[in-house]
């Protein structure tokens, strides 16, 4: 037994010694590609967007949905402040507003378009569909090319005054207002919706690994179009809105300041006026002089004849 231990002990004694392994880089885990959902629709139709948006919120985590919900005109402010600062102007959130609307747009992977007879004259939502289904043609992948949904809420003549007719519509191309009930309609369209995002989530990470880690030649090629390829996560802060905290100051305060101002205008700013006396820390009467620091060496001679002596050179 000591014998194989003592050769053992000298077989690892006679290897040589391995070289230090350079440190690995830590590996970084992707998050996963986020599916961006819009949702098209007529002003009229923003109720049953807001309740399809309700029906989706627990897929917020794989999906951001997005819909028209603009913000309201900033208030004006109150009259005090008005002729305080008559050249101020809030900023408009709707400018802001409109900006990441755009980015939204057009960088959707599936657009939803609630149809009724109110959205077949909306210019709005023709301008979605130009721009969805231009989209899809220039994607240079078939399988990620955005998905064109119509979403039937009333009968309408779609099929021949929309160009959304190209495209299956949800829930088999049953009108929601045609279930007996409604939530039954909404529980079908969020089931569908569910199974597209889970195929288009995996597609979506493929993609993105596969530009991350091109092989050969294939990393210099560039795309045809910016609608060539989707978007696969980056930069995801662009799609977040968030306005400037609005500037409303109180009114109370406005008059007091102005008050103030009229009181300082009003009078003279003579130390000794009554209306302003008071704001100055060494205010005194005309009357009342600042005694004088007696001098060794006055400036200028004693008063009268009296002969001035220096004092002596020391």
């Not at 399809?52 to 999906?63: I, Q, S």
């Not at 220039?138 to 949904?149: T, Y």
């Not at 190209?166 to 207002?177: H, K």
Request: charged share 25%.
């Amino acid at each position: 037994m000591r014998r194989i231990s003592f050769c053992f002990v000298g077989l690892l004694a006679s290897q040589p010694p391995q070289p230090p392994q350079p440190p690995q880089p830590p590996r970084h885990k992707m998050s996963p590609v986020k599916v961006n959902l819009f949702i098209s629709h007529a002003p009229a139709d923003k109720p049953a967007a807001d309740r399809l948006m309700e029906w989706l919120y627990p897929m917020r985590d794989e999906v951001n949905m997005w819909h028209y919900a603009p913000p309201q005109k900033p208030e004006a402010l109150a009259l005090s402040w008005r002729l305080l600062l008559p050249w101020y102007r809030p900023v408009d959130p709707r400018v802001l507003y409109a900006e990441t609307l755009k980015i939204r747009r057009e960088n959707a992977h599936i657009y939803l378009f609630l149809t009724s007879y109110k959205s077949l004259s909306n210019k709005q939502v023709e301008e979605d569909i130009s721009l969805a289904v231009s989209r899809r043609i220039d994607c240079e992948w078939d399988d990620l090319a955005p998905l064109v949904m119509p979403i039937l809420l009333s009968p309408s003549q779609w099929k021949e005054e929309s160009r959304l007719a190209q495209f299956e519509p949800l829930a088999g191309g049953l009108e929601l207002s045609k279930f007996t009930q409604i939530e039954d309609g909404y529980l079908l369209v969020t089931e569908q919706i569910s199974a597209l995002v889970k195929v288009l989530q995996v597609r979506l990470n493929e993609t993105r690994f596969y530009q991350n880690h091109p092989i050969g030649q294939e990393k210099d090629i560039a795309p045809a179009s910016k609608n060539s390829l989707p978007y696969l996560g980056e930069n995801p802060e662009q799609f977040d809105f968030n306005p400037p905290s609005p500037f409303r100051p109180p009114d109370w305060m406005g008059w007091s300041l102005i008050a103030l101002i009229f009181t300082l205008s009003a009078g003279s700013f003579r130390k000794n006026h009554p209306a302003v006396s008071s704001l100055h820390l060494k205010a005194r009467p005309d009357n009342e002089f600042e005694i004088e620091y007696p001098r060794k060496l006055p400036m200028i001679p004693p008063p009268g004849n009296e002969d001035f002596v220096f004092p002596p050179e020391e």
